[in-house]
């Protein structure tokens, strides 16, 4: 979702398949801090997350404040690789001893929520230890499950078209807040005539987006209980990417494969991708062009379908310390300091307080910063999609066969079919 971790949305959808049977949680108890508070009454609880080393090092100087400020709480760390931290915690999570606290996203709640794995922190606001005010835009309700608070924002994105500016100039295109789909396909056949380049890097496998369209149509990806669109709306949309990739208008998805982990945005094989908004970071790292965010296409000129998304820290209904991992969260998400150390690497603060304590100075974050605030000001955000237990392997599938269709290995039929095969599996419908 933010730098730091630039593969994990890609990476987070094939993870989830591999690693979701491997958590077949025992209704037992256990701990997952030290097992007790030290003569002194010093208690440890355990931390971990997922990111690269420059991650690991923001949040480690966010510890030590955290510890100076709380002298009698001791915070022990472990951070991996996306792919590899999801196995670590599955293995501890069978085997009775998560983290006291961790980060999660979105597509894991009801998952772990069913295994019963996650505190439900609602308790700890009552009793004044985690507050859950002054959030943005809403987001005090992002990690709330059936009536359960599990998990708390520490960040937000939101999707977003990232353009190569100067691909976009040439071809006098120009797009602006409620532009249509109709819009979009025109825009696509100017970069491709005027420059010679695909207008986007395809729409095959980004989720997300499709999530977008359907809401815009008034449906969605997810509903509580499974999917929210039908075999003929999932053809549609896979024709219509299949036929873009024919006529030059999107690239191709054979090439875009050879130039991995590099995107096709920064490979100069498109104009454009859609992702999340602090991926612009990514592409400026990667690539050699100006770089900018642009709109979601609409199908009525104003409804977007957006929402904030946002990673969150979560807590371990396991652990013998609820208090003292509430005082950590509220800690992370609420103090100005941290804001100023950990920046925009996992998203833009989710708090005001937090918000309004880091201005960042680099274009980049500047315009990310912008973007988001153009959100609220167009009045275009809506609650999160929900996410059913079972989500994270249907974003697995859905990744997984529309490469496999990009790449000629499947028709569009056997690709629909192939994948409502497997999430019907998934949801247990």
Known sequence: MVNGGNVERRTILKV?????????????????GDGGASADGTVTIRYAWWGAED??????????????????????????QYIDFWKKFNTQA???NPPDVFQNAVGFLRKYDAKNV?????????????RMDGFRAGLEKFGEIDGKLLGVPVGSNSMALVIDKPVYTRAGVKPEQGWTWDDYDAAMKKIRDKTGRAGDSGMYGTMYLYDLYLRQNGKAFFTENGLGFTEADLTDWWAKA?????????????KVVQIKPKSALAGELSGGEFTWDNFTVRYT???????????????????????????????SKRTKHPKEVAQFIDFMVHDPEVAKIMGYDRGVPATQAQFDAYKPTDPVNKAIAAYEESLVEAGVLEPITPHPNGADICESAFLRIAEELGL????????????????KTALGS
């Open 94 to 96: 069978s085997g009775g």
């Open 118 to 130: 996650l505190l439900d922190l609602g308790e700890q606001v009552k009793a004044g230890n985690l």
């Open 242 to 254: 299949k036929k873009g990739v024919e006529e030059g208008l999107f690239s191709d998805p054979k």
């Open 16 to 32: 989830a398949g591999a690693t979701a049977a491997t958590l077949g949680l025992a209704a037992t108890t256990g701990c997952g």
């Open 55 to 80: 991650r690991a090092q923001r949040i480690n100087k966010t510890i030590a404040l955290f510890e100076k400020k709380y002298p009698k709480i001791k915070v022990k760390t472990d951070f991996q």
């Open 408 to 423: 000629g290995k499947r028709s569009v039929d056997d690709a629909v079919k192939q994948f409502f095969t497997e999430s």
């Open 285 to 315: 790292a990667e690539g050699k062009s100006e770089y900018a965010l642009a709109p979601i296409p609409t199908t009525d000129g104003k409804k977007t379908g957006q929402y904030l998304g946002s990673l969150m820290l979560s807590a």
